[in-house]
């Protein structure tokens, strides 16, 4: 990305009451960041969803110095960023309406990875449950997955750890900026956090870990991966809010049951109960779910002639032939079929036989 349009997305993040799909719609609508703040009050009124408050927040100019400042730090310290709109982009945030504009990391990450898994959960992990974590990664170990968490206390801390000792890459999700440290405890796990993977937050490189920050980072976590998995968690905790995003997203969630009269089972249980989140009993039940066990070489197998297809199903069928297996919610996008629409469509071509419905809410021809 060019300076010029950097420093403009960097504009429109520091722009009060723009938030990320506000930014992101104005962008895809007009063409770029920069002709965002050069575009006439008159055209921006026209854009849906967009009004009178939004483009006077846009024309004031207050906040050039900060994002000058952001600006000269990135450049001086050679900071790297992904653009929403760019390649390197992570694939499954990229389908997120709420993902962040802007990605700023450190380390070595290769976020589009097929198999990525958030494993969250309390702060204060019982053994049961640190016992656990470390048995299914160590189990989930031969597939290679990444595996992703927020570096706090508790159950984000032994995921991150049981990753980098069973040698897998892991991605630590930041509530702050890439200058500071939350907790700053944790400041010995950094460097083995870096060379297994890094760091990702959409944070300018001075915010402090804020309350607020924390629910914000909770849906990268859940977006970025294929299925968020809870191993511990009370009635109300913040992996239960990782959990609802994860589900709004159309992504597998799991949850390790607990006794009932377990304080720390209790958010987990009632996940299940409420049909929130997969049982999750073994670390066998994530291969399945998520479809890993099915070999990716296969026999070639003659396709079925003669199937009658309508316009909409033969779109979806070439789309699938061209790219594979597919989420459910990333076929809606590339095909541009709401969700609930596509649902009933690939019912009607399952029973025709012409597409096949997978775990893990996937599906192929």
């Given at each position: 990305m060019l300076e010029e349009e950097l420093f403009a997305v960097l504009k429109l993040q520091a722009t009060p009451n723009v938030g990320d799909i506000t930014a992101k719609k104005l962008i895809r609508v007009i063409g770029s960041a920069q002709q965002v703040f050069k575009e006439k009050k008159s055209s921006l009124l026209k854009i849906d969803g967009i009004g009178e408050f939004v483009v006077q927040q846009l024309q004031k100019l207050e906040v050039l110095q900060q994002v000058e400042y952001e600006m000269s730090y990135i450049q001086k310290r050679n900071i790297k960023h992904t653009y929403f709109l760019e390649e390197g982009y992570p694939s499954r945030l990229k389908h997120c309406v709420d993902g962040p504009l802007l990605l700023f990391h450190d380390g070595n990450l290769n976020w589009n990875q097929e198999r990525i898994i958030s494993i969250v959960g309390t702060r204060n992990l019982t053994n049961y449950g640190r016992s656990f974590c470390n048995e299914l990664v160590e189990h989930l170990a031969p597939y290679n997955p990444i595996i992703v968490s927020g570096f706090a206390y508790g159950t984000d801390i032994c995921a991150h750890k049981a990753a980098i000792?069973?040698?897998?890459?892991?991605?630590?999700?930041?509530?702050?900026?890439?200058?500071?440290?939350?907790?700053?405890?944790?400041?010995?796990?950094?460097?083995?956090?870096?060379?297994?993977?890094?760091?990702?937050?959409?944070?300018?490189?001075?915010?402090?870990?804020?309350?607020?920050?924390?629910?914000?980072?909770n849906r990268i976590v859940a977006g970025i991966s294929q299925a968020t998995i809870i191993i511990e968690s009370a009635e109300k905790g913040g992996s239960l809010v990782t959990a609802d995003i994860a589900n709004s997203y159309n992504r597998d969630v799991f949850a390790l049951s607990g006794r009932f009269d377990d304080s720390y089972s209790k958010g987990c249980n009632n996940l299940i109960k409420n049909n929130q989140a997969h049982l999750l009993s073994s670390p066998d039940d994530i291969v399945k779910m998520l479809n890993w066990d099915v070999p990716k070489k296969r026999e070639?197998?003659?396709?079925?002639?003669?199937?009658?297809?309508?316009?909409?199903?033969q779109k979806i069928h070439d789309y699938l032939q061209i790219n594979g297996k597919q989420l459910l919610d990333v076929i809606a996008i590339d095909c541009e079929i709401p969700v609930y629409k596509l649902s009933s469509v690939l019912i009607q071509m399952e029973l025709k036989g012409a597409v096949k419905a997978l775990p893990g809410k996937m599906f192929e021809i």
């Open positions: 000792e069973n040698n897998l890459q892991t991605f630590a999700v930041l509530a702050h900026g890439l200058d500071n440290l939350y907790p700053k405890a944790h400041k010995k796990y950094m460097r083995s956090v870096m060379e297994n993977g890094g760091f990702i937050t959409e944070f300018w490189h001075d915010e402090k870990p804020f309350r607020e920050n924390f629910l914000k980072r070639t197998i003659q396709p079925k002639l003669f199937i009658d297809l309508n316009i909409e199903e």
